[in-house]
């Protein structure tokens, strides 16, 4: 569901303590080398950023989340001009690369979702464990998740929640709490978590909570997460040198089926064939794939994390081969998000 890092038992805040979830195959897909240029587009507490400057490559960090520029800080102390951080969304990393002239790159890491750290932190309001005000905000600006709960109608909300979380419940969920809300607006996490266990009941040996597809829905939703993926991956498409790599961590199914299908279409040759109609050639592949399928965690990761259980990577290798336009009806989005896009090629 989230994107997990793990803290070591000193509960130290130092980027150096914080391990993300998959580091070894992520470290091996990008096989960073002295003097190459890595984007890390979620710097998050600079996990994968530490073990790519460790190899000798240089690295531009780019997260939307404030707090993370101080946790580059401690990075910067340490590796000084081979690490570059920018304050921003990863869906405009070819800008950000550009104008940071470190383009084109020799990689792009990206690690989808939200961090443990973030779903620890109560004041963030990403978590149903953790009592705390419904924000939910990466950049910790906009609309907040309260604002979604208390203003959307009752059919907007049963569509943000089926078709961003893929909640069965959603109708009466959205029902509960247009109701309650009239005449006390939600403000708190564990508010919204314990109407929604009411509505939909706990089985006592249940491990996931009621909750969690609606929260999923609405951190999607407040966030633009996954249009903000599949921005991050044309972008990377457009300033990846050839032999780039494009290294991809994903938390759920709705994220795990966009990456996909994105490399999947970009790596054909041939499209369709029957007796009916023959193969059509297609464009020139921009992507060979790194590695076969998705990777997940090990035995021994998910033994020491948990909250891993659910990553998997996606990698390949950027062609020669010109950018490719973007059917964004490909990409098995969500219809809600789909609709937004549907101005064609984007």
Request: hydrophobic share 40%; proline share 5%.
């Amino acid at each position: 569901m989230t994107s997990s890092t793990q803290m070591d038992p000193d509960g130290s805040g130092s980027a150096a303590r914080h391990v993300p979830v998959l580091l070894k195959p992520v470290i091996d897909a990008l096989a960073p080398e002295e003097g190459q240029w890595v984007l890390d587009g979620t710097f998050g507490f600079g996990g994968y950023s530490e073990a790519i400057l460790k190899c000798g490559a240089n690295v531009l960090g780019v997260d939307r989340d404030p707090e993370a520029a101080d946790r580059a800080a401690v990075l910067q102390a340490q590796y000084g001009d081979k690490l570059k951080f920018v304050a921003g969304c990863f869906g405009e990393l070819a800008d950000i690369a550009d104008e940071a002239g470190c383009a084109p790159l020799d990689a792009v890491v990206l690690d989808i979702g939200v961090s443990s750290m973030q779903l620890d932190e109560a004041e963030r309001g990403f978590s149903f464990m953790n009592d705390g005000p419904l924000d939910m905000r990466m950049s910790q600006s906009g609309p907040t998740a309260a604002d979604v709960i208390n203003d959307y109608s009752e059919a907007e909300l049963v569509r943000i929640f089926r078709e961003l979380g893929e909640e069965k419940q959603a109708r009466r969920i959205a029902g509960s709490i247009v109701a309650r809300r009239g005449s006390v607006p939600f403000s708190r996490t564990l508010d919204l978590a314990n109407v929604i266990e009411r509505v939909v009941g706990r089985k006592p040996q249940q491990k996931i909570h009621p909750a969690t597809r609606v929260f999923q829905a609405l951190r999607i939703f407040v966030n633009g997460e996954l249009d903000e993926l599949v921005d991050g991956l044309v972008a990377a498409e457009r300033c990846l040198k050839p032999g780039g790599k494009l290294v991809v961590v994903t938390f759920h199914s709705l994220e795990d089926r966009i990456v996909k299908r994105f490399f999947q279409e970009r790596s054909k040759t041939h499209a369709g064939g029957s007796r009916h109609m023959p193969e059509q050639d297609l464009a020139a592949p921009s992507f060979d794939m790194l590695v076969k399928g998705g990777v997940g965690p090990d035995e021994e990761e998910l033994e020491r994390n948990p909250r891993a259980r659910s990553a998997k990577m996606r990698a390949g290798v950027r062609t020669g081969a010109a950018p490719h336009m973007l059917d964004a009806s490909g990409l098995g989005l969500p219809r809600m998000l789909a609709e937004s896009r549907s101005g064609g090629l984007s």
